[in-house]
């Protein structure tokens, strides 16, 4: 199993818990997910890395809903662009 690494900006994610990530292949790995302290129950997203990939979903549906994949270039990009708003 691959060893889940820190987010970008892991101070940001104080929230945590254990959880699944399916592959499109059918693989399944074990991943700790975060989210933002200030989260409340809707409009949450959980983050969580892997090897060279960002991954995303909406924290209503864990363990099974759908993730977006982004490099990590393209994260930091994205919380630009959302902290630019």
Known sequence: ?????????????????????????GGVREV????????????????TTMGSHVYIQDSKSPDGGLVLTLSPRSWGELLAAVRAL
């Open 32 to 47: 700790v997910w975060r989210k933002a302290s200030a989260s409340d129950s809707q409009g949450c997203v959980e983050v």
């Open 1 to 25: 199993m691959e060893e889940c690494v820190e987010t970008p900006e892991p101070s940001r994610f104080a929230i945590r818990r254990r959880g699944i990530l399916l592959s499109a292949a």
